[in-house]
């Protein structure tokens, strides 16, 4: 395998020279904004505990006073309490109005009301006709008829009834009024409130009146949140939804409120929303404990990742699966998780370095325009020593082209384009790397050629976490595209280099298909593996566990177990002969896309993923001279001319 190398018999030419500049220079000059960001992460030492205020009504529906929830939470560190709006079924729930059919009506009415049996509605009837959220029940479905139609009253000596004229079922997720007398419940408990709002009513007067009572709370609305997969506002419809979103948006201002961003959760206008408000959203993972789980140490764990890998700022805990239909039976099954929940929470807190209290939004960052020109020099000056290797002729027109094209792609604010020539220097930074390697002759030349590649693929790392530079890549707005493509395409690329097509017209041998078979598999089982999920191996998942407790930050098994060991031991093959070592390759490949990978993930702490690559790096150098000294004691018992023999 020939090697492409920076450095020539006589001498560096004069072009690479002054390409390794151009990157050299950018990078130095690129320090102060990558820690500009480390010091942002850096300052991120508080975490925020949310929990619903439907788990704390399900303990109370078991006889569990409220206050005493309350008290107890906020003394093991709740910070803050969610609150929706409330809807008929929680009005039923309450035993404020019931459905009844439509024999029940005309047996209450004594048939004096025929004519509505005939019509398509909902018949209620009023078991709490003093109840204050009756008439906001009424005036609700009336702004969403809109004038054709209204709710009519009906009453008897003995009953009251609602009927709703022309819905179904779906009324009964309407939302009617916020619950404000367990929210000041909640405020006098010293919690500040998360208001979640869902995007299913019509228009914007209709927000006017449901958030017309939340007004005189302002100032313990810290934060927003929205429910489901759309933001308060949105419609297919730009214009129709515009005046709800530019509501929404006053609402804000007018409150002091933050956005709240679930990981992992996009929300149709959301970045619209954002850009109206000019505000950095907070970041808000949520996570079920389920009833008897509570103190499960996997959670704690889970968000302990979440806080320290992922930028998270609030951790909001659903105590109860409502998805499942889970709820209290009994007492001392609430009990159980309101100490489980507070031990959750103790245990949580004693094994991060950082402190509950309330969150703010990150402070705004981005790159001056000029920044961001020289960095697309400095990757096309990239590109740039590749190109050297294949035509010194053209190198210099096309950097020059390259930098001109993508600095118009830059100052057009085509972002897509941006993104896709970024995911190209990922790819092609892992197969540079790998063919930088060459055929050492020492023990040293091995080192040198590893750390060759290792600097070339941390280069391409560089050009990701400084192109794609900002405070909407952090917090999960923005983010890399093209991650399979960035762990499968450099392998292919190598293995086509290093066995290459001839292979191909060989006679098929019974070996052959056997090889293919377990090549194939474990190529399938790699890439489903890069992204966010994947297949474990057995017990891979307490090794991990091990791995994260004893370092700090897990480092990725792929790079130190199979990719850098591996290839380290290809490097060693090839220095000692053996022809078949270039295969070997094809693991510089993986682990080269791997740590270029760990830089992808922009929402976590620029620290983290430096941590993480170093400890991988270590533990795979490391088994990977213990495979060279395995190697060196097993090919004393097999003759050496045997090594030289072996093909595909």
């Not at 762990?487 to 191909?504: Q, R």
């Amino acid at each position: 395998m020939e090697s492409i190398s920076v450095m020539e018999d006589e001498g560096v030419p004069m072009m690479t020279r002054v390409l390794w500049s151009i990157i050299v220079i950018v990078m130095i000059l690129s320090i102060p904004f990558l820690w500009e960001r480390v010091s942002i992460e850096s300052n991120h030492t508080t975490y925020e505990v949310s929990i619903p205020y439907d788990d704390i009504r399900a303990m109370e529906a078991v006889g569990i006073p409220a206050d005493d929830v309350l008290s107890q939470f906020r003394s093991g560190g709740v910070e803050s309490i969610s609150f929706q709006p409330l809807t008929m079924d929680d009005l039923i729930e309450r035993s404020i109005i019931e459905v009844v059919s439509r024999s029940y009506f005309h047996q209450a009415t004594e048939g004096s009301s025929e004519e509505l049996l005939e019509e398509h509605g909902i018949l209620l009837e009023v078991l709490d006709k003093h109840h204050p959220y009756m008439e906001l029940l009424s005036s609700s479905i009336n702004r969403l008829y809109d004038g054709f139609a209204k709710v009519e009253s009906i009453s008897t000596e003995n009953n009251e009834f609602l009927f709703l004229p022309y819905v179904n079922d779906e009324i009964m997720d309407l939302p009617i009024t916020f619950d404000i007398e367990n929210m000041e419940r909640a405020i006098n408990n010293d919690f500040s409130i998360i208001l979640r709002l869902e995007n299913n009513l019509a228009s914007e007067e209709q927000y006017q009146a449901l958030l017309q009572d939340v007004d005189r709370l302002k100032d313990y609305i810290n934060h927003l949140l929205f429910i489901g997969g759309e933001v308060v506002g949105y419609s297919p419809n730009q214009e129709s939804g515009e005046p709800t979103l530019h509501f929404i948006k006053e609402k804000m201002d007018y409150w002091d409120t933050n956005l709240i961003f679930i990981e992992n959760t996009p929300q149709k206008g959301f970045s619209q929303l954002v850009q109206s408000t000019g505000q950095v959203p907070v970041r808000l993972h949520s996570l079920t404990l389920e009833k008897g789980n509570e103190r499960d140490l996997s959670q704690v764990y889970r968000s302990l990742r979440a806080m320290k890998e992922r930028n998270i700022q609030i951790l909001y805990i659903n105590l109860l699966n409502k998805y499942s239909g889970e709820r209290y039976e009994l007492p001392n099954e609430a009990l159980h998780a309101l100490d489980g929940t507070v031990e959750f929470l103790q245990t949580l807190d004693s094994k991060t370095m950082m402190s509950k209290g309330s969150v703010v939004p990150y402070p705004k960052f981005q790159l001056p325009v000029w920044m961001e020109v020289l960095l697309l020099l400095a990757a096309s000056s990239f590109i740039g020593l590749i190109i050297q290797e294949v035509s010194k002729r053209y190198t210099l027109p096309i950097v020059i082209a390259l930098w001109g094209v993508s600095t118009v792609f830059l100052l057009m604010e085509l972002d897509f384009l941006m993104k896709l020539f970024v995911l190209g220097l990922a790819i092609i930074a892992p197969v540079y790397a790998v063919f930088t390697v060459g055929k050492p002759s020492t023990n040293t030349g091995v080192i040198i050629s590893f750390v060759k590649g290792l600097g070339i693929a941390l280069i391409g790392a560089w050009f990701v976490v400084s192109l794609l530079y900002g405070w909407e890549y952090m917090v999960g707005l923005e983010g890399f595209r093209g991650v399979k493509l960035l762990a499968v395409t450099p392998l292919f690329i190598i293995g086509v280099y290093t066995i290459g097509l001839a292979v191909l017209k060989k006679q098929v041998m019974v070996w052959h298909l056997i090889v293919l078979f377990f090549v194939t598999a474990i190529i399938g089982f790699y890439i489903t593996r890069t992204g966010n999920s994947g297949m474990s191996l057995p017990f891979e998942l307490e090794t991990r566990q091990w791995l994260e407790n004893f370092f700090g930050v897990r480092p990725r098994t792929t790079e130190f177990f199979i990719g850098t060991p591996l290839f380290l031991l290809g490097i060693y093959f090839v220095k000692e002969g053996y022809e078949w070592g270039k295969y070997f390759f094809l693991f510089g490949a993986i682990t080269f896309s791997s740590i270029i990978g760990t830089f992808t993930h922009l929402h976590t702490p620029l620290l983290v993923s430096i941590q993480r690559t170093v400890i991988g790096l270590g533990l795979g150098v490391v088994i990977g001279v213990i495979l060279i000294v395995s190697w060196l004691i097993i090919s004393k018992t097999i003759p050496r001319e045997r090594f030289y023999e072996w093909k595909l």
